[in-house]
């Protein structure tokens, strides 16, 4: 089928895809986490920015002008087993990430309106935006982006409006808040790199969507550097405002720390603009969140290593039942948060989601290197590749296996579906033709 420009996503929209998904609720949470660290926390920004500057940087060079996707790209070097890991590993932490941020959007609302402010309308909440998002992605790509380039514009109005409130109050000669006297030491530095870098992650989401970037050669890389800098320098920028208009104490203890900032000098009406800025901001990243989880699925669905059906495509492309079933399996998520029994196993596979990214980064570096880039851009890559370990390191022995467990319940399943699906035609696709099996 011959796809239309007009299907695809232009520059902007790929833009947005790349800043909504960098932009979840974390960033308006984050000065809590950071507020401790005191200076420290200025150059965990500085390192994790650099540091994800490096590996989108990597990334960008596995971008064809086919626009065929992450697993395409990564098993172009390394084979369909790579492709699949990155793939699979891309996979389940898209699915936590959108449980997280159905939940985040929803506990933003309850701050606003009191009748939400139970756990179970919290859950209907979710499973609301959940929903009404996935059939905002059936409707096509151009669809998501255009609802993507709305949520942007609004979500960063919080974060600029904080720094907007410390250049006045320096023009007006009222003076700051100190950071907290924290020494600066290598151990500090790496605990601000680690809270820092969470926030970073969705860069990556620009290298999901099988042949749906107009020129992809040129936007995708574009829309990952530009829109990480950008992104990287305005959380540095708004979080160090924050922490500059309330007092160490105040931060650390803190339910809405932007929320706090802003009132500090605007009122309580601050708070509650705060409050829906933060659910607009997970709203607009669970919105391409479910984009990306069904992109995937349909990536590895034509190869075989997903159930067929999950191939299945209407209209523009779209990849109907791979969202369902992305959305499905965040749903499920949602509704185990919902027990406070199980409150602590999502928070857990939350960690698990960073962990996915973290493979997809250093797997995607090294491919990178396969690549044959010139002396400066291996330098480049390398960094992005040590900042990567580090960041393992980071989170932590435990979370670390059992990503690792899931890396071989991925492999494991995928044996089974190319098993069953041996005598069965695998669709093709014009953008991402099927790999050869191994």
Known sequence: ??????????????????????????IFMLPVALAPFGRNAVVGWLISGAGVLCIGFALTRLVTSDGAGLQAYVERSFGPS????????????????????????????????????????????????????????????????RLAVVTTALKVLPLFAAIALVALNGIEGRPTEPLAPMPITIDNIAAAVALTLFALTGFENATAPVGKIRDPAQTIP?????GTAFVALLYLVSSTAVLWLLTPEQAAVSAAPFADALGTRWGESAALLAALGMAISAFGCLNGGIMVAGELGYSMALRGDMPQALARTRGANTPIISQLV??????????????????????????????GALIIYLVGSIAALRQRPSGLAIAVILVGIAFSLFAFY????????????????????????RSLNSRAPIPAAETAPAAPRE
Request: positive net charge; contains cysteine.
């Open 82 to 145: 790579a492709g699949f890991l990155v793939a699979w590993s891309f996979c389940f932490s898209q699915w936590a990430a959108n449980a997280a941020l159905a939940i985040a959007a929803a506990s933003a609302i309850s701050r606003i309106e009191d009748s939400f402010a139970v756990p179970a309308a919290v859950t209907a909440l979710a499973v609301g935006f959940i929903a009404f998002l996935t059939l905002v992605n059936a409707a096509g790509a151009r669809a998501m982006g």
């Open 222 to 226: 574009r829309a990952i550097l530009l």
């Open 326 to 355: 992305g959305s499905g399996l965040a749903i499920l998520l949602v509704l185990l948060n919902s027990s406070k029994t199980t409150a602590g196993l999502f928070t857990f596979v939350i960690l698990l989601s960073t962990v």
């Open 1 to 26: 089928m011959q796809r239309s420009d007009d299907a695809r996503l232009g520059p902007w929209m790929t833009l947005s895809l790349v800043i909504g998904g960098i932009i979840g609720a974390g």
């Open 394 to 417: 980071g989170a932590g022995l435990e979370a670390n296996l059992w990503g690792l467990v899931l890396v071989a319940a991925g492999f494991a399943i995928r044996w089974l579906i």
